[in-house]
């Protein structure tokens, strides 16, 4: 059965009003305030969890000076970006509006292609992540089919709730926050009687080389993705007002919420360079206050994975629809489930490539994740200064207050670090990304020639919602 379509009026001047899909008439807005910040906190961090390497990599001075500078000439231009383009195009698909805008479809494909391999392969990192955590409390995980079941168990457990409806996975990823990053204000009030402010000054063990590529990755990984939330702009409450505010919000408790507890560790405890690798938080904690501490965190640890799981896996699914509703994939992609109005069929394809990924390698995981990211940021830049440029008219209700010139200042830096990161991959990670880019441009000439032959179907970029009774013809 064909899927039914709620026609919208026409837009007739791109330049004054979002040129991109709009919601349906009655669509509910489910995301607001509140509940934005915290899922944009999980999209980019969900708690000092991961940190750790930093230090491993180059020692407690430029670890703290990384995660107190980076924000600045990274986090900042992208959540500024991000704040400017989801209030001018309030649409699902987010930063794929964007490069389609800009640059024209076949860069709004390649923009999806790597935005969503990126996201994917992210997510894949958390179950994994958790069952790391678990296992310290249940070893019977560290290994063999165990560790398999687990993981596969636990993705498909936080699919489903996810699946349940973003004001469920909203009001979740607050109680998450809050519950995660408890046991380390603890830990960190513990730990001030014992802070040694020089040990923050260390640059690390003589002898032991500094390890360039984990460093920039750790940086990366833990302080990215503030522009995922824009494919939820569609469900936002007044996107306008709510986007700045949320991600002003959320840049400051994202940097707070790293650099409290590594300057408590840090400064209190002294141990080999080498332990400092993903999990040392925990044992920091035991070394600080005891065991009960250590417990504490691990299972904080585990919130924050769920936390994170789902906050990314609702970009991704939510990413494909709008893809859908823009004419790149076909129409089935906009099917939203009867019953909670989620992206049912972006969740299962999600789910099912996170599935394939969570077996590799931690390491490698984020390494693939960080490069296909960093392509997708250069041209979402690319795109950002474009349509400044392009569309100088196109309303937008926030707006960057800085010209066209300065513009470009403020994205080199960033755009510099991406090279930066680019330059330290791993041939692996070459050719994986040089593989699924040149699979993501015959994705896009597969898809136009299913549409020219009409194979497939496809919207005009005015549909409204597709329930997944239609779908499933029924």
């Known amino acids: 059965m064909e899927p039914e379509i709620q026609r919208q009026t026409p837009v007739t001047s ?15 807005k489910t995301l607001t305030l509140i509940p934005l910040i915290f899922l944009i906190y999980f999209e980019v961090a969900g708690g000092p969890y991961g940190e ?13 000076v990384g995660f107190l500078v980076f924000p600045f000439i990274w986090s900042i231009p992208e959540a500024l970006v991000t704040a400017e383009l989801s209030t001018a195009l309030p649409g699902n698909g987010g930063f794929v509006l964007w490069a389609e805008r800009a640059f024209g479809p076949l860069f709004g494909s390649l923009m999806g292609t790597w935005k969503f391999l990126s996201g994917v392969i992210n997510v894949a990192a958390f179950p994994v992540l958790c069952i790391d955590y678990v296992k310290k409390l249940f070893p019977v995980f560290e290994s063999g089919w165990p560790r398999n079941v687990a993981i596969a168990v636990s993705t ?45 000054l260390s640059l690390g063990q003589k002898g032991v080389k500094k390890d360039w590529n984990l460093y920039f990755n750790t940086l990366f990984w833990n302080l990215n993705f503030w522009d995922n939330v824009s494919t939820m702009a569609g469900e936002v409450d007044r996107p306008q007002k709510t986007f700045p505010v949320a991600l002003l919000v ?65 970009s991704s699914a939510f990413q494909l629809l709008g893809m859908a509703d823009l004419g790149m994939l076909p129409r ?20 099912a490539i996170c599935l394939g990924f ?96 009409k194979i497939l179907k496809f919207s005009n970029g005015d549909i409204g919602e597709v329930h997944e009774e239609d779908c499933l013809g029924k």
């Open 156 to 200: 498909l457990m936080l699919s489903f709730l996810n699946y349940t409806g973003l004001t469920i996975v909203g009001y979740t990823a607050v109680v998450l926050g809050i519950v995660s990053l408890m046991p380390f204000l603890v830990m960190s009030s513990i730990a001030i009687p014992k802070i040694r402010p020089h040990r923050w």
């Open 332 to 351: 089935v992609f906009a099917a939203r489930s009867k019953w909670f109005d989620t992206p049912w069929l972006g969740i299962l394809l999600s789910t």
């Open 14 to 28: 791109p330049e004054k009003s979002p040129p991109g899909p709009a919601p349906a008439a009655g669509t509910r």
């Open 250 to 314: 959320a840049v400051v408790f994202t940097c707070v919420a790293y650099l409290i507890p590594l300057f408590a560790v840090t400064g209190s405890v002294l141990v080999d360079q080498s332990q400092w690798e993903t999990g040392f938080m925990a044992d920091a904690a035991e070394i600080i206050a005891g065991k009960w501490l250590k417990v504490w965190l691990e299972i904080g640890a585990v919130l924050s994975a769920i936390g994170l799981f789902e906050a990314q896996l609702s």
């Open 358 to 453: 969570s077996y590799m390698n931690f390491t490698s995981i984020i390494s693939s994740a960080n490069f296909l990211y960093s392509l997708g940021m250069l041209l979402e830049f690319a795109s950002f200064l474009w349509l400044r440029r392009k569309m100088p008219a196109l309303k937008r209700p926030y707006r960057v207050p800085l010209s066209l010139p300065w513009l470009a200042v403020l994205s080199l830096v960033p755009c510099g670090f991406l090279v930066v990161i680019m330059v330290y991959a791993t041939k692996v990670v070459y050719l994986v990304s040089g593989l699924m880019t040149v699979g993501g441009i015959g994705w896009f000439f597969l898809m136009r020639f299913c549409k020219s032959r």
């Open 52 to 64: 750790e390497p930093a230090v491993q990599a180059a020692g407690p001075l430029l670890a703290l």
